[in-house]
C-alpha cells in the first residue's frame, strides 16, 4: 500500500507490471515474500520508468554543508553584573556610566570596563592595586548563577535561528547550514544574533567555519580579517591565530615564542613527532 499512489505517476504498461507487484504482496502471508520471477523480470525491465515516480513521491535527505557560528562572550561576567544591576535600578541615569568598574575573583581583578583599562588596571592584578590607580573605581564580585542565566537567555534567542545550540563556558556554537535560505544568508542571521544579544546585554563576537573547532578558535580572536570563512581552505582560517585561543598550549607559551612559534600556522609547520616528544 506505501506504493500504490504511485500508479497514476506512470505510464499504463508499466502500470500493469507495478499491479502485478503489488498483488504477489496483497495477501498477508504472502507480504513479506519475494515476487514471482516472471513478475520480478518484468518490475526490473521497467523500474527506469519507475524509478522518477519513487523519487518524486518518497522524500530523500538532502545533505547541506555545515556552517558553525560561534559567540564568544569575553566580557561575561563584567556584562552578567551590569545588566543584573540595570535590572533593578530606576529610570534615572545610572552613575556608574562614567566610572571604571572591575569584576574580582578571590581578591584578584579578572574583568574590568574600558574607563579601568584606560587607567591602567589589568586582569591579574590584585583589587588592591586597582583601587590604587582608580580612587573611584567600582568592584563587584563575580556572580556564577547571574553568568549562567545571561548564558540561558542567550541560547533561547539563538534557538530562534537553529535548534543545534551548544552551551560552553563563556559562548555559544550555533549550527546554521539549514538555516540560511530561510534568514536570507549568513550575514542576516549574524547581524541579528548579535543585535539580539545587545539588547541582552551582553557583547559578544561572532566567527564562523565549516567546523566547531575552527569556528570557537576564530571567534576568541579579536580583529579577525574574514568573519565568515566557511567556503575556503580551514587551514588558511586558523593559521593566522595566534597560539594563546588553543588551551593545550597555554603552559608552553614562553617556550613556543622563544622559538619564534607565535600562530596556528606555524605550529603546523613544526615536525609533529618532535613536539609531541617535546610537549
Known sequence: RKYRHLRRCVSPVNRQHMDAFLSNSSNGADRCMPPRSSCRSRLLKSWPVLWPAVHQAIPFPILLPMLWIALHLPQLPLDAALRCRLRHISCEPDPLADAPIVICERQVAGWCNQLAEDAGIRAGMSEASARALAAGLQSFQRDPEQEAKALQEAALWCLHFTPHVVLKPDGL???VGASLR?????????????SGLLELGLQARLASAATAGAA???AQTDGISTVFAHDGDINEALDPLPLHVLDSAQPHLDTLDGIGCRRLGDLRQLPRAGLARRF
Open 216 to 218: 570557537w578558535l576564530r
Open 173 to 175: 556554537l550555533l549550527e
Open 182 to 194: 530561510l534568514f536570507g544568508g549568513h550575514q542576516r542571521i549574524a547581524t541579528q544574533l548579535l
